[in-house]
T-cell receptor
Framework: NAGVMQNPRHLVRRRGQEARLRCSPM?????VYWYRQLPEEGLKFMVY????????ESGMPKERFSAEFPKEGPSILRIQQVVRGDSAAYFC?????????????FGQGTRLTVV | GNSVTQMEGPVTLSEEAFLTINCTYT??????LFWYVQYPGEGLQLLLK?????DKGSNKGFEATYRKETTSFHLEKGSVQVSDSAVYFC????????????FGSGTRLSIRP
């Protein structure tokens, strides 16, 4: 049973481009969470999704950021018109239904660098 | 709202020393508490957890006890190894943060041979 898979592991974008980060949850997991880690800081919650639904997006910036978790395929975190301040590690976690964070597992993250 | 405060680092110890990393929390309801570890260049791994008061989580020689009276979940290890060098995050979920996990700022631990 593969773990949470994130790709790409490293992503370089020029200012103004779009970044698309993918997260494939563990088999049987229907809940996905996205976190951002700025250099030398802790992880900040961004969004919690279930299949085809956004449950909690209280940590998402109001502009340029969006997330989806379609019925088929991975969850996508999209950042439009990236700026230098978006440079960070973005982590995805998944959990099975009904367990919340007592059974969540993290991917290895995507490190976004905006140049 | 819910929050986690943990000991600032970096913490540097010699091999075989005793380790304590302090963590206190503020929460409404009855949260679950976690310690995660992040090795250089890697994602987070769950180290241990406790889901109710007085529970003790343990793994790989690390322990932490859920103390509701002091709202604490301090991480301890009796004899650290060089391979324990990493960043450690205290975290909570549940209560009023049911849909997400809230992390402390992390404590960087370095172990000298």
């Amino acid at each position: 049973n593969a773990g949470v898979m994130q790709n790409p592991r490293h992503l370089v974008r020029r200012r103004g481009q779009e970044a698309r980060l993918r997260c494939s949850p563990m088999k049987g997991h229907s809940h996905v969470y996205w976190y951002r880690q700025l250099p030398e800081e802790g992880l900040k919650f961004m969004v919690y999704l279930q299949k085809e639904n956004i449950i909690d997006e209280s940590g998402m910036p109001k502009e340029r950021f969006s997330a989806e978790f379609p019925k088929e395929g991975p969850s996508i975190l999209r950042i439009q018109q990236v700026v230098r301040g978006d440079s960070a590690a973005y982590f995805c976690a998944s959990s099975p239904p009904g367990t919340g964070f007592t059974e969540a597992f993290f991917g290895q993250g995507t490190r976004l660098t905006v140049v | 709202g819910n929050s986690v405060t943990q000991m600032e680092g970096p913490v540097t110890l010699s091999e075989e020393a005793f380790l304590t990393i302090n963590c206190t929390y503020t929460a409404t309801g009855y949260p679950s508490l976690f310690w995660y570890v992040q090795y250089p260049g890697e994602g987070l791994q769950l180290l241990l957890k406790a889901t109710k008061a007085d529970d003790k989580g343990s793994n790989k020689g690390f322990e932490a006890t859920y103390r509701k009276e002091t709202t604490s979940f301090h991480l301890e290890k009796g004899s650290v190894q060089v391979s324990d060098s990493a960043v450690y995050f205290c975290a909570l979920s549940g209560g009023s943060s049911a849909s997400k996990i809230i992390f402390g700022s992390g404590t960087r631990l370095s172990i000298r041979p």
